[in-house]
């Protein structure tokens, strides 16, 4: 059972333009949100993330818009580059030592 | 600081083989973890240590072994290879449990035929 869903897996978007992808959890236990970014080859990094009582942080280019009470929750890329193409992947972290879990990832293509 | 490192970054092996997957770091963190990434799956894990001396499963954890014998290191052993475990393997550490960021190594591509 996907405790975190994601969507789109992919997505292509012209250079300039906006990247939206969506999560969604069901678990009100969770309590931090981080997305990860990871490009081919590498391991995924830390992107940015949000707490609940939080609807919205932004970081340059990067937004996560989040909706408690949808359990919804976003990461939206502005001026959307070609070196941001990679697989980008939410997650969702509760209590105890071993409660992160992470969204099936989207491929993000930015055309030139 | 290296950060997360693993060896090796790609292997073959034939069903049945053992194996062990090396990951290291440098940043005297704590927690550490092994996941395993599969195309639509995204990234599930397998073992976790809160520290040297103690490990404990993930979602996804028959087929593989881990021990803790230091702070820096944390092998993964696959005792006898499926071709199920054919996949992408991640370590990450990060300081305390995973209420800290984790920071992920570069991944051990595994192929069982």
């Known amino acids: 059972q996907q405790q975190v869903k994601q969507s789109p897996q992919s997505l292509i978007v012209q250079k300039g333009g906006i990247s939206i992808i969506n999560c969604a959890y069901e678990n009100t236990a969770f309590d931090y949100f981080p997305w990860y970014q990871q490009f081919p080859g590498k391991g995924p990094a830390l992107l940015i993330a949000i707490r609940p009582d939080v609807s919205e942080k932004k970081e340059g280019r990067f937004t996560i818009s989040f909706n408690k009470s949808a359990k919804q929750f976003s990461l939206h890329i502005m001026d959307s580059q070609p070196g941001d193409s990679a697989t980008y992947f939410c997650?969702?972290?509760?209590?105890?030592?071993?409660?992160?879990?992470f969204g099936t990832g989207t491929r993000l293509t930015v055309i030139p | 600081n290296a950060g997360v490192t693993q060896t090796p970054k790609f292997q073959v092996l034939k069903t049945g083989q053992s194996m062990t997957l090396q990951c290291a770091q440098d940043m005297n963190h704590e927690y550490m973890s092994w996941y395993r990434q599969d195309p639509g799956m995204g990234l599930r894990l397998i073992h976790y240590?809160?520290?040297?001396?103690?490990?404990d499963q993930g979602e996804v954890p028959n087929g593989y072994n881990v021990s803790r014998s230091t702070t820096e290191d944390f092998p993964l052993r696959l005792l006898s290879a499926a071709p199920s475990q054919t996949s992408v393997y991640f370590c990450?550490?990060?300081?305390?449990?995973?209420?800290?960021?984790?920071?992920f190594g570069p991944g051990t591509r595994l192929l069982v035929l």
């Open positions: 240590s809160v520290g040297a001396g103690i490990t």
């Open positions: 990450a550490s990060s300081a305390g449990t995973l209420r800290g960021t984790q920071y």
């Open positions: 997650a969702a972290r509760g209590t105890g030592a071993n409660n992160l879990f």
